[in-house]
Each structure stands twice: as C-alpha cells, then as structure tokens.
C-alpha cells in the first residue's frame, strides 16, 4: 500500500511547490512581464515602417491579446508538465517571431 501512495505524495509535493503561481498577484505579475515583448516589438516595426493594413491588423490583434492576458483569471491549478510549459512559451511568442521578422514587401505593378 505504502508502494501505490508514492506517486500520490509526489504529486502533492510538486503541486505545493508550484502553488505560489496561482496566487493573483504572482499571476498578473506574470501576465504584465509576458507582454512587454509584444508592446516593444509593435512601437519598434510601427516607428521602423509605419502604418499599412497588415501591421494595423496585427497590432489590433496584439491589443486584443495583451488585454486578454492582464483580465485573465487566475489558475487553479498548474501543470508540471514541461511539454506543455514549452507548448504554451511557443504559442504566446509565436507572434513576436512573425512580426519581428517581418520585412516591408515591395509594390506589385501590373502591367497595363
């Protein structure tokens, strides 16, 4: 019996070490360092190549984003999986990624 609790004990050992991270406060701590990267890189290519349609969108999409992560709730409960740590790191900088990489295209001119 003592051999099936062991992972029990495991478990709840890592969830009260990670329980610091649902606390409110640590949560929008987070929430408010995650978008730094966002609002810099946006104000960077705005000021770098101004406004058009795509990069008007994204930001917008961005603003949308950004303001989801600060309103968001708190967790009740926190993963120990690093995949899915790694899965979710990905998925909030994919967009910095695109649009720090994005380059202004040229005009397409077709022939009259």
Sequence with gaps: M???SQ??????????????????WFDKVV?????VPFIWLTYVRFRA??????????????????ATMIRRKTPVRVSTNPWFWLLAFVETYWGVLTFGVMQRGRPIHFPS
């Design 2 to 4: 003592a051999a099936s």
């Design 7 to 24: 992972p029990d004990i495991v478990a709840a050992r890592k969830q009260e070490r990670l329980a610091f991270l649902t606390t409110p």
């Design 31 to 35: 929430a408010a360092i995650a978008v």
């Design 49 to 66: 190549f101004g406004f058009d349609l795509p990069r008007a969108v994204f930001a917008i999409h961005l603003l949308v984003f950004i």
